[in-house]
């Protein structure tokens, strides 16, 4: 029923001293977070938690799968193992004189349907049985949040504490019970002077479940993904009614009085990630807020809650209520990807490269304003910080595999050398980064050759499906795959068909 985990491994070398540091730096800190589970090798979040959270890990280990795919496959298979019967997932699993407990006093989080299916791939679509359990485990999932989560029958799903969002000490809850700073259980609490909320995340969180969903009906073939893609619609137009205001181009959550609440907040972006914007509210949020120096796109971009807000606070430890976080770097690469702002992507990520690789440690936030490393709470070996920057690389220099597609990247470092492989089950995907040229192998074949600048799409046999351009800027160049060679002029994101 389970995944086969096949040999996985990355091969990396370059002539920029500083970027080859910072690669094996966070290859070698991964390697330590890296725990055994009751017998079963798990990648931990690191950075002193020292257990898989559902917010982080099925993510992370996701895109750990390029360098160890049994970890990936049980960083998402333990939790469909401890599901509640009640479809309820674990918010953590720690361990506990060498057993697995799970634990369920709030949500934290939901990075795993995408992550989940995903994992499919890596194995070669080898398990049909695996589909299955996806997808019961996902079907019982959204079917408990519907049933318990919208208490006021309103048709928008709640939070009923701080973590159910992972945002440890946001300002933004200010005024809760602090003694409710989880909430276990199946009942909305009465008398708490916050909570109950209606949440953009938990909705996100119905809705990702609800498009893998979809793609899982499509590969059993039962005949219910037109249903679940419907159900998912719902989700995206009660967001779009309800909490999404048209004169801020802005989702906000709205409080127990039903009124929107005045944060500003990154998690707009976590919204972006379930993919549960239309393209053109992604397009509005990301051009008025997150590319907005004043709010979002700060000396080091992405704090949690946009920085002229007054409920914003730039305090230097495990607190969402204003600085930059590892993780929101790590969800906003597919949160970007999911409306092609490879451009953008490009920035926010060589933003983060240039940061922590001034150090080479890997801290859970950043000052917005500086770019220092917040280590109050000495969290240096934060999971989620390190494997943003491999992938950062591995989408700028490198390989991705995404479902039945290979992303190459091909964007160039300027005159330096960068040379990728991606080594799976038996097969080679490599990029040879040069000063002026960009070249795409398979198992020593060449797929393309390219001026830098260009992110490019192929099947798994190196079939060129489209390339698009990553630079800020319009971007002349000449592209050749196979016998077909072309000039090209691009705009930022702009792709170029039929290559």
């Known amino acids: 029923m389970e995944i086969k985990p096949l040999e996985t491994s990355v091969k990396f070398e370059t002539s920029d001293g500083f970027l080859g540091n910072l690669y094996r730096a966070a290859e070698t800190m991964l390697k330590g977070n890296v725990k055994d589970v009751a017998g079963r090798p798990v990648l931990i979040e690191g950075g002193g938690y020292n257990s898989i959270w559902i917010e982080t890990q099925p ?8 360098r160890n795919m049994e970890a990936a496959i049980n960083n998402v298979s333990l939790f469909m193992d401890y599901q509640h019967e009640n479809g309820r997932y674990p918010y953590r699993i720690s361990v506990v004189e060498g057993k697995p407990e799970p634990a369920f006093f709030q949500f934290q989080g939901f990075c795993f349907p995408h992550h989940a299916l995903n994992l499919y791939y890596w194995g070669k679509k080898q398990s049909a049985g695996y589909l299955g359990k996806l997808y019961r485990s996902l079907e019982a999932f959204d079917a408990y949040l519907w049933k318990y989560r919208d208490s006021d029958g309103d048709g928008c799903l709640e939070i009923w504490c701080p973590l159910d969002t992972g945002e440890d000490h946001s300002n933004r809850f200010a005024g809760a019970d602090e003694a409710r700073w989880s909430w276990p259980g199946e009942t909305p609490p009465l008398n ?36 679940w893609d419907g159900k998912a619609a719902e989700v995206r137009r009660k967001i779009r009614s309800y909490l999404w205001d048209e004169s801020r181009d802005a989702c906000y959550d709205r409080g127990k009085d039903n009124r929107f609440m005045p944060a500003l907040q990154h998690n707009n972006l976590r919204v ?50 204003g600085q930059c976080e590892g993780l929101t770097y790590q969800r906003a690469i597919r949160a970007l990807e999911n409306y092609g702002f490879y451009s953008e992507m490009a920035v926010f990520g060589s933003k983060l490269i240039d940061c922590v690789g001034k150090r080479n440690t890997f801290p859970q936030q950043f000052d917005p304003f500086t770019g220092e ?6 969290r240096t070996t934060y999971g989620p910080t390190a494997l943003s920057v491999l992938e950062y690389i591995s989408r700028f220099y490198g390989v ?75 971007l002349e160049g000449e592209f050749s795959a196979g016998a077909e060679r072309r000039r090209f002029r691009l705009r930022p994101n702009e792709v170029l068909e039929n290559v």
């Open 272 to 321: 972006m990630y379930h993919h549960a914007f239309s393209e053109g509210m992604a397009r509005c949020f990301l051009m008025r807020h997150l590319l907005n120096p004043d709010e979002f796109f700060t000396p080091m971009p992405l704090p949690s809650i946009a920085v002229n807000n007054p409920v914003f606070r730039n305090i230097s430890e495990n607190n969402w209520s």
């Open 192 to 227: 708490d002077p916050v909570f109950p909320i209606e949440s953009m995340d938990v909705m996100g969180y119905s809705h990702d479940a609800r498009l893998t969903l979809a793609k899982l009906s499509g590969l059993l073939d039962n005949g219910k993904a037109a249903e």
């Open 400 to 474: 991705h595999l995404q479902f039945d597609e290979i992303w190459w990247g091909a964007l160039g470092r300027k005159d330096h050398q960068v040379s990728y492989t991606q080594k799976w089950d038996g097969g080679e995907y490599t990029v040879e980064t040069g000063k002026n040229e960009v070249t795409g192998l398979l198992n020593g074949r060449e797929v393309f050759r390219t001026t830098p600048g260009l992110r490019v799409v192929s099947d798994w046999e190196g079939r060129i499906k489209s390339a698009a351009n990553m630079t800020a800027g319009s």
């Open 59 to 66: 993510m992370g280990g996701e895109m750990y799968a390029k």
């Open 373 to 378: 490393f917040s280590e109050a709470d000495k």
